[in-house]
């Protein structure tokens, strides 16, 4: 079982340049979320998702867009890559259970800004 | 503001020492309580949660934390740390139904051998 999958796991970017962050779950979780690492910050959201075709922005979403197409991908889209974002970013899935619900976490794409 | 406050950004501890990680997180409501662990290289995984019940709740490896409302904490706690609990502690809190999560700043946990 799969569970959450990110890809790329490292990225290096230019300034100025874009790129997507690819996100999939199989565990037809309805909620989807993507949140970034920062050192000594803990993890912040910047957007998730309630289901296909429903997005909303999280803490941090400024620079950074997403879609959600289809239950299973959530992806994350970068369109001018700045040093503010070099980070540690995580997608995460749950199911729609009400309190409680434990959310799964992909292994993360530490992305540079350079 | 709804937020999270972990106490402790950095603990060294020698094996076999007990474990407390202090958490306080700030929100009138009613709340979800969880704490994950991220071993190095690795994503994170929930230890345990409390959301109703017993406020004392056990997790996976042996850790545990209760939940005090009067004190707006969830402190984790392991009688007897490993080696292998080396690894950064996450304490989250969540409200309503959505799974959205409000992180602490996170402890880092280093055990020696």
């Known amino acids: 079982n799969a569970g959450v999958t990110q890809t790329p796991k490292f990225r290096i970017l230019k300034i100025g340049q874009s790129m997507t962050l690819q996100c999939t779950q199989d565990?037809?979780?309805?909620?989807m979320y993507w949140y970034r690492q920062d050192p000594g910050m803990g993890l912040k959201l910047i957007y998730y998702?309630?289901?296909?075709?429903?997005?909303d922005k999280g803490e941090v979403p400024n620079g950074y867009n997403v879609s959600r197409s289809t239950t299973e991908d959530f992806p994350l889209r970068l369109e001018l890559a700045a040093p503010s974002q070099t980070s540690v970013y995580f997608c995460?899935?749950?199911?729609?259970?009400?309190?409680?619900?434990?959310?799964?976490f992909g292994q993360g794409t530490r992305l540079t800004v350079v | 503001a709804q937020s999270v406050s972990q106490h402790n950004h950095h603990v060294i501890l020698s094996e076999a020492a007990s474990l407390e990680l202090g958490c306080n997180y700030s929100?009138?409501?009613?709340?979800?309580l969880f704490w994950y662990v991220q071993y190095p290289g690795q994503h994170l995984q929930l230890l345990l949660k409390?959301?109703?019940?017993?406020?004392l709740v056990k997790g996976i490896k042996g850790f545990e934390a209760e939940f005090i409302k009067s004190k707006f904490s969830f402190n984790l706690r392991k009688p007897s740390v490993q080696w292998s609990d080396t690894a950064e502690y996450f304490c989250?809190?969540?409200?309503?139904?959505?799974?959205?999560?409000?992180f602490g700043q996170g402890t880092t946990l280093q055990v020696k051998p």
């Open positions: 409390y959301f109703s019940g017993d406020p």
């Open positions: 929100y009138g409501g009613t709340v979800n």
């Open positions: 995460a899935s749950s199911k729609s259970e009400g309190r409680g619900t434990e959310a799964f």
């Open positions: 989250a809190f969540g409200s309503g139904n959505t799974g959205k999560l409000i």
């Open positions: 565990m037809n979780h309805n909620y």
């Open positions: 998702s309630v289901g296909a075709g429903i997005t």
